[in-house]
């Protein structure tokens, strides 16, 4: 938590991230730190890295990342302008399996700093794993999903934060994608509203 707080700017805390020792350092490849613009003022945050992420280094750049650009396309959302994309971990966990709470623990200062630096307006929780970290919530994705929450943190102070089904869940449950879309909507929606106050 202090080297994460201590670092001054992204580039330093992603140095202090590759720094940090953990067991899921020894079986990944690459940090995977960001993507997009962080500039945009929307930051979303996944779960962890898959296989592809490990291999480039980059967030959601294999299947479900594909889809997640696709599904923030068609709202008018791009990668490199509109937002910009994290993970809860920052390596991938072998086998891709679920994050332990340990592992969670361990890297959430640094998520949390991340948030701090890059000063979004507004937060996208991709999946349970996400949101249940970030909103220290006991629901499941399914109740969360839909609505604007707020994420309250002393790094950064009280943020809005939509929670939203995973791609990857997605992925597997397509009939899901019509509770995304609503969600995509709301979205398109309240930053509408942010950058035209009053219409
Ligand atoms: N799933 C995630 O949660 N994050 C990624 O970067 C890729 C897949």
Redesign the pocket.
Known sequence: ASLAAAAPDLAALKAALAATDSPLRETATNL?FADGGPESGLMMI?????AD?DRLGR??V?V??QLLDRMLDSVGLRRAENFYLT?ILPWRPPGNRTPTDAEINLFLPFLLRHVALVRPRHLVL??GVSAKALLHAKEGITRLRGRWHVMQAEATGPLPALATL?P?YLLRSPAAKREAWSDLILLRRTLDRAVSPGS
């Not at 996944?46 to 898959?50: I, K, L, M």
């Open positions: 995977v996944g779960e962890a890295p898959g992420e967030p959601f294999g479900s990342g993970n991709l999946g995973h990857a």
